[in-house]
């Protein structure tokens, strides 16, 4: 009777073995990680990612249809234009001087086009080192409104008396029940989740707050669409799509990416009017499966990493810190990444900018998005100073601060945000980030 | 006393702060002795046998196993003279009785070790010795009351001790049962051991014989000979009804009215 | 049977052979998890890529092998499945035995490791050390302290209230995760929502995927030690579990017994949770199934618990890893696989369990 169960326990293990060995017949089929030239050209896609179509953009948005997003009438001094909810929100032209915005993104943009004079209250905890900077005003408010996804302190909210309040997309419903002795909140939505409807938005904010606002909201639309054709005429050139694998940083390190179905596919439509392929659409669309996300973040599964390697690694999320351990972390038998990132190399492993915001977020810092991007990915093509098609990235970004966002940026404060430093580092010996080097390779024996 | 086992010297306790339990208690044990801790429900009875056992820490007095002051011995050397008998045992998990028994063995198992061949050896004599050989490998709780308590004692007996102390004994058992614990008692105490069991029941000590500590009324212990101390009007007095002993058979028995 | 397993004589031999069966299990299952996942490896590449890194380790070039496999196949076993698989051996022995000891210490069999607020403890701490933006290594640290500070709070209290019984402790416990729940919704209201709350919310469901092997060789001596003390205190636990006052009378010394399991059990829950965070029901259930196999009796229970919880953490952590996509958190894992799994364990147990 005991010999019978440790044979039973024993018949599992061994099947499990044999079951093992069938199934690993062969190498990764994914294993070809395309082909690369120096200085970041990428000179082929991977097999596995050839012939796959991923979709990104889309048409811009017919805001003369009544009803829609952006639809806007005015009847002599009064002015109405629809939120992205589809509701009216009427004004009087010029009346609208306090705005309060609950949403990180947002605030980041309009602050961008001009409309610091509006903000009566700024975002607790969330003002970046370079908002600090360039908006100092916005920055020494001392009213201060609560974390945007949680229910807005009402009664905060009303003592301010805005004019406009724009919300977190995940509370504007509460913000619209927020009443008081029969005032509501002056709430519109104004969320988006494409560059087109980006456009849509900051027309509408435009239109409300009026002024240079409303004139570089105009402006930012037609510069984004001027951008992406320039890109698009150079990226005519070249068939490659390189696959692009951004990472948001935080816990789950170069783990963390922001995938698909999640509401902000931002990243693909850069990724896509850029020249290249999104790691996670391409990977929903290959295996017909979404990466999800969990808590806000993913942590992505390594072995499909290593399946399908991508070729352009980009680093957001302002989360340094925690990269530059992984980055320096080269020992291989600890550190999955170090051998991707060493067969990538420098030129293609970069951070990304972040300043206003984070470039690779939504915001308006869009328009220069696609152009490093661009640059980035394609520099066979854009970064050429000889041809044509040269993207300048720090006479891009000179022009959008001082333009755009009214703030005389100089020129090591320019190269202080392209690589993504604080305004502090401006002047001083930064740090710089370790370069990515191959792992130590153990001798062959 | 020469020899005396178990000494118990002035003996007093209270809970934190609360009334006075009982107070200068002493008495003195050889082996084979018996004394019966008699009393009403709640006077104390279990508390002066965790006191001697060393379970409760007296407020006043001492206890003295074999010459020795037990509060300046380790629990294992305690348990190598005392073998503790509770009153009721709910089992969180249902061990083999002889697992339960060998139990007893622990204060000479050390620390790290696990009991012998030798230490299952005493076990299995324990139940033997006890008539209850038959359930050594079924699990505690699918026994009768009776034979958990003739577990409990075996495991009691596992520890070689020199003293058995038994609370409340005959508490679960019925009718029958009582009278046969009682007399294992008896004969448990003519093999050597010096016991020390709780009851509510006058007739136990009267069989039994040796000594009585009695719970009277008005708070005081009264130490002494069973035959001497239980008279009939102790007895009306500590039960609030009239009680006579008659004698019957040649044995002293008490009869309530 | 399972009678005699549980009981007699002759079960000794039976129980034995499950406990043998029981280890050469965990190293199949071992095998098993170091062989598959999303990225193909050969079996043979795999056997020789695990013996080279063993090798490696030793001190001289004893055993030269060739480097006949990829690089990417190379990480895919040495970084990805051996730190993982490791990690979830340990870890699952760790809780089990922890759990087991403290079933038996608190006499109640639906005890869990957590039940003096280590894990709650070890939560805050990583959660403050993540609000600091500190990186991985302090967020670790941050839980372990957090962690044993919880439980040294716990047994501060009985001090302070002068009661020792275990239900002081108990309640002692109650008190400390609920101060900690409390500090809990205080950080998460303050935390950053696009960073920081995030990283403390992906924290706290517990993952396998960010454990390396430095990691794993800082904690793996301390639960090694820990269950090995465990498992010297087996047949004591045993005693232990017929409550304070009958084992005091059997002669053991009760506070230092209870002392030396709490010390233990932290340290190998605290451990756990420091590199994988939260990971619920393991320490629960895996006891139990213990028990439905050998029976109660500590002495056998024990060590096949230490294999039991291993094989069961493995074999969670290869669903982590091969069912989708992304990684899916533990917890989750182990409370949809575990919930029913004790359902229906109960289902077929007729008798009383214990």
């Given at each position: 009777m005991g010999t019978r169960r440790v044979v039973c326990k024993l018949t599992v293990p061994v099947l499990a073995i044999l079951l093992a060995s069938a199934c690993n017949k062969g190498g990764g089929e994914g294993d070809s990680a395309g082909a690369f030239a120096p200085g970041g050209v990428v000179l082929e896609e991977p097999s596995w990612a050839q012939g796959v179509a991923v979709a990104y953009g889309g048409e811009d948005l017919d805001t003369s249809v009544p009803g829609s997003y952006g639809y806007y009438t005015e009847d002599g001094d009064v002015a109405t234009v629809y939120d992205a909810d589809g509701l009216p929100f009427t004004f009087k032209k010029g009346s609208v001087k306090r705005i309060v915005n609950l949403w990180p993104a947002n605030t980041s943009g309009i602050l961008a086009l001009g409309a610091e004079k509006f903000f009566v209250a700024k975002l607790g905890g969330m003002t970046t080192p370079w908002q600090e900077a360039m908006f100092p005003a916005y920055a020494a408010l001392t009213a201060q409104v609560g974390p945007q996804a949680g229910p807005a302190n009402a009664e905060a909210l009303m003592a301010l008396e805005p004019d406009l309040v724009i919300g977190h997309p995940s509370s504007i419903a509460n913000l619209r029940g927020i009443e008081y002795r029969g005032k509501k909140l002056?709430?519109?939505?104004?969320?988006?989740?494409?560059?087109?409807?980006?456009?849509?938005?900051?027309?509408?904010?435009?239109?409300?707050?009026?002024?240079?606002?409303?004139?570089?909201?105009?402006?930012?639309?037609?510069?984004?669409?001027?951008?992406?054709?320039?890109?698009?005429k150079g990226l005519a050139k070249t068939s490659v799509r390189p696959v692009v694998y951004y990472s948001a940083g935080g816990m789950g390190g170069l783990g963390s990416t922001m995938p698909s179905s999640q509401g902000s596919v931002v990243m693909n439509e850069w990724t896509g009017y850029a020249g290249g392929k999104y790691w996670p659409e391409l990977m929903r669309v290959l295996r017909q499966e979404d990466i999800v996300?969990?808590?806000?973040?993913?942590?992505?599964?390594?072995?499909?990493?290593?399946?399908?390697?991508?070729?352009?690694?980009?680093?957001?999320?302002?989360?340094?810190?925690?990269?530059?351990?992984?980055?320096?972390?080269?020992?291989?038998?600890?550190?999955?990444?170090?051998?991707?990132?060493?067969?990538?190399?420098?030129?293609?492993?970069?951070?990304?900018?972040?300043?206003?915001?984070?470039?690779?977020?939504?915001?308006?810092?869009?328009?220069?998005?696609?152009?490093?991007?661009?640059?980035?990915?394609?520099?066979?093509?854009?970064?050429?100073?000889?041809?044509?098609?040269?993207?300048?990235?720090?006479?891009?970004?000179?022009?959008?601060?001082?333009?755009?966002?009214?703030?005389?940026?100089?020129?090591?404060?320019?190269?202080?945000?392209?690589?993504?430093?604080?305004?502090?580092?401006?002047?001083?010996?930064?740090?710089?980030?370790?370069?990515?080097?191959?792992?130590?390779?153990?001798?062959?024996? | 006393m020469v020899n005396a086992v178990l000494k118990v010297a002035d003996l007093g306790f209270n809970y934190f702060k609360g009334p006075?339990?009982?107070?200068?208690?002493?008495?003195?044990?050889?082996?084979?002795?018996?004394?019966?801790?008699?009393?009403?429900?709640?006077?104390?009875?279990?508390?002066?046998?965790?006191?001697?056992?060393?379970?409760?820490?007296?407020?006043?007095?001492?206890?003295?196993?074999?010459?020795?002051?037990?509060a300046e011995m380790s629990f294992r050397e305690v348990a190598t003279f005392i073998g503790y008998v509770p009153q009721t045992h709910n089992p969180a998990y249902a061990y083999p009785v002889r697992e339960y028994?060998?139990?007893?063995?622990?204060?000479?198992?050390?620390?790290?070790?696990?009991?012998?061949?030798?230490?299952?050896?005493?076990?299995?004599?324990?139940?033997?010795?006890?008539?209850?050989?038959?359930?050594?490998?079924?699990?505690?709780?699918?026994?009768?009351?009776?034979?958990r308590q003739l577990a409990t004692i075996a495991r009691a007996i596992a520890q070689e001790p020199k003293i058995l102390l038994l609370d409340e004994p005959t508490a679960h058992l019925d009718y029958g049962n009582q009278m046969r614990a009682i007399r294992l008692i008896r004969s448990l105490a003519e093999e050597g051991y010096a016991v020390v069991l709780t009851t509510h029941v006058p007739d136990h000590p009267l069989f039994l014989g040796g000594e009585v500590a009695v719970f009277t009324r008005d708070k005081a212990v009264v130490v002494g000979a069973a035959e001497a101390v239980l008279t009939d009007e102790l007895l009306t007095s500590l039960y609030g009804v009239p009680v006579k002993t008659v004698h019957v058979d040649g044995r002293r028995v008490c009869y309530a009215q | 049977m399972r009678r005699d397993m549980k009981g007699s004589q002759s079960g000794e031999y039976a129980w034995r052979l499950v406990l043998l069966g029981a280890a050469v299990l965990t190293c199949?299952?071992?095998?098993?998890?170091?062989?598959?996942?999303?990225?193909?490896?050969?079996?043979?590449?795999?056997?020789?890529?695990?013996?080279?890194?063993?090798?490696?380790?030793?001190?001289?070039?004893?055993?030269?092998?060739?480097?006949?496999?990829?690089?990417?196949?190379?990480?895919?076993?040495?970084?990805?499945?051996?730190?993982?698989?490791?990690?979830?051996?340990?870890?699952?022995?760790?809780?089990?035995?922890?759990?087991?000891?403290?079933?038996?210490?608190?006499?109640?069999?639906?005890?869990?490791?957590?039940?003096?607020g280590v894990s709650s403890g070890a939560t805050v701490g990583a959660a403050l050390a993540i609000l600091v933006s500190a990186n991985i290594v302090w967020v670790e640290l941050g839980a372990f302290a957090g962690g044993v500070a919880a439980v040294m709070l716990t047994t501060l209290i009985p001090k302070l209230i002068r009661n020792h019984s275990i239900v002081i402790l108990v309640l002692a416990g109650i008190i400390v995760g609920g101060l900690s729940s409390s500090v809990m919704s205080v950080i998460r209201m303050v935390a950053d929502p696009a960073t920081t709350l995030a990283d403390i919310t992906y924290w706290t469901m517990g993952s396998l995927a960010r454990v390396k092997m430095r990691e794993v060789g800082a904690v793996g001596p301390v639960i090694v030690l820990g269950v090995a003390a465990l498992l010297l205190f087996r047949y004591r636990l045993n005693v232990l579990s017929l409550g304070d006052a009958e084992a005091k009378s059997l002669g053991v010394n009760v506070g230092r017994m209870r002392?030396?399991?709490?010390?233990?059990?932290?340290?190998?829950?605290?451990?756990?949770?420091?590199?994988?965070?939260?990971?619920?029901?393991?320490?629960?259930?895996?006891?139990?199934?213990?028990?439905?196999i050998v029976g109660p009796d500590n002495k056998r229970m024990l060590p096949l618990a230490t294999f039991t919880g291993g094989i069961f953490m493995m074999v969670i952590d290869i669903l982590a890893r091969t069912l989708a996509a992304t990684d899916i958190p533990i917890s989750v894992l182990t409370g949809i696989i575990g919930t029913p799994f004790f359902f229906f364990i109960l289902l077929k147990q007729r008798r009383s369990l214990w």
């Open positions: 002056p709430v519109v939505n104004v969320n988006f989740k494409t560059y087109q409807e980006m456009k849509v938005t900051y027309r509408v904010i435009g239109k409300i707050l009026g002024g240079k606002v409303e004139e570089n909201a105009e402006a930012w639309g037609r510069a984004l669409q001027a951008n992406i054709d320039r890109i698009a996300d969990v808590a806000g973040q993913t942590g992505v599964n390594m072995e499909l990493v290593l399946k399908y390697p991508p070729q352009k690694v980009f680093i957001g999320g302002g989360r340094r810190a925690a990269l530059d351990a992984v980055l320096a972390d080269r020992d291989g038998a600890s550190n999955p990444w170090a051998g991707i990132l060493a067969d990538l190399g420098p030129d293609n492993v970069k951070y990304m900018p972040y300043a206003l915001f984070d470039w690779g977020r939504f915001g308006a810092e869009s328009v220069l998005q696609i152009l490093w991007a661009a640059a980035n990915i394609h520099p066979e093509v854009f970064a050429d100073p000889s041809s044509p098609d040269y993207i300048d990235m720090r006479k891009e970004t000179k022009a959008f601060y001082t333009d755009f966002a009214g703030y005389p940026v100089t020129d090591a404060e320019v190269d202080a945000i392209l690589d993504g430093r604080p305004p502090a580092s401006v002047g001083t010996v930064y740090p710089p980030a370790p370069p990515v080097q191959a792992p130590p390779r153990r001798p062959a024996r | 006075t339990i009982f107070s200068g208690v002493g008495f003195e044990l050889r082996a084979g002795g018996v004394l019966t801790i008699l009393g009403a429900n709640g006077a104390g009875k279990s508390t002066l046998l965790n006191c001697i056992a060393g379970l409760a820490r007296p407020k006043a007095g001492a206890v003295y196993l074999g010459g020795r002051d037990s028994v060998v139990m007893g063995r622990t204060p000479y198992i050390g620390a790290f070790g696990s009991p012998r061949a030798g230490d299952y050896a005493v076990a299995e004599d324990a139940l033997a010795r006890l008539g209850v050989a038959h359930i050594m490998d079924k699990p505690y709780t699918e026994i009768s009351g009776g034979e | 199949a299952v071992f095998v098993l998890s170091v062989s598959i996942g999303i990225y193909r490896v050969p079996f043979g590449n795999v056997v020789k890529i695990v013996f080279a890194e063993v090798a490696d380790a030793l001190p001289f070039g004893m055993f030269p092998v060739e480097r006949s496999w990829s690089s990417a196949e190379g990480i895919a076993v040495v970084a990805i499945r051996l730190p993982r698989t490791l990690a979830a051996l340990l870890i699952g022995s760790a809780l089990s035995v922890a759990g087991a000891a403290y079933q038996s210490m608190f006499k109640n069999p639906m005890v869990s490791p957590d039940i003096l002392v030396a399991v709490i010390l233990a059990s932290t340290l190998l829950t605290a451990s756990s949770v420091s590199i994988a965070g939260t990971i619920g029901w393991v320490g629960l259930v895996i006891p139990h199934i213990s028990r439905m």
